[in-house]
């Protein structure tokens, strides 16, 4: 059984920002596990995924480009 820890365990373990875990979570580039609002992971997942050079996961990457906005009409 391994536990599961939260972004700034996994910062302070890579040395990368807690904000910019938790937006490679939200990507869905690393390895983590959402429980409610609340994201979380196991560390063994993480060093896997460094291992493996931090690739985007399956299905990771697949944001929809945000639509140009449009000047406004007056």
Aim: aromatic letters at 6%; charged letters at 20%; zero cysteines.
């Amino acid at each position: 059984n391994q536990k599961l820890v939260r972004a700034s365990a996994i910062a302070e373990q890579t040395g990368i920002s807690t904000v910019r875990i938790l937006d490679l979570a939200r990507d869905g580039i690393i390895p983590h596990v959402k429980a409610g609002r609340s994201v979380y992971f196991l560390p063994e997942a993480v060093a896997q995924w460094i291992r493996a050079g931090g690739k985007a996961l399956p299905g990771g990457w697949r944001k929809a480009p945000r639509p140009a906005r449009s000047a406004p009409t007056l």
